[in-house]
């Protein structure tokens, strides 16, 4: 049996706690910075927006975790206009880990856009809402 318990901080820092009780394996990461952005550079997002022009040709999603107790992943899922576009699964490694994924924008992709970043499980640890307008 599973249980899991997410406490919610300023936004957008978070802390997941996940207890096995068959195990009694306890592992915990912080979600210290979520973004959306026109690049990543150096390990870094750059160009961070919640309007993004429709001539930027791809968008990536950065997340931040550190305090990762424990190897693991999470989701990043892009949606358009509330719309499945894709599902990546992520690794997260301790101490402190940065992921990314990226979607590709078309002239067609004008509207409202979110990430959802989902734990292991698949439950809701932040989203992320943005625009691409012409």
Known sequence: MKIKLILKY?????????VNLCS??????????ATVCEEVIGGKP???AVVFPSSVKSIYCYTSFKNIDKEGFIYHVWYFRDKLV????????????????????????????????????????YVIRFSVVE
């Open 10 to 18: 300023t936004i957008p820092f978070f802390i997941c706690f996940f």
């Open 24 to 33: 009694s394996t306890i592992f915990a990461y912080v979600l210290s910075n």
């Open 86 to 125: 894709s599902k990546i699964k992520l690794k997260i490694k301790p101490p402190n880990w940065a992921t990314m994924s990226k979607v590709y924008i078309k002239d067609i992709d004008i509207g409202p856009w979110r990430v959802e970043i989902l734990n292991e499980s698949g439950k809701l640890i």
């Open 46 to 48: 750059t160009y961070s």
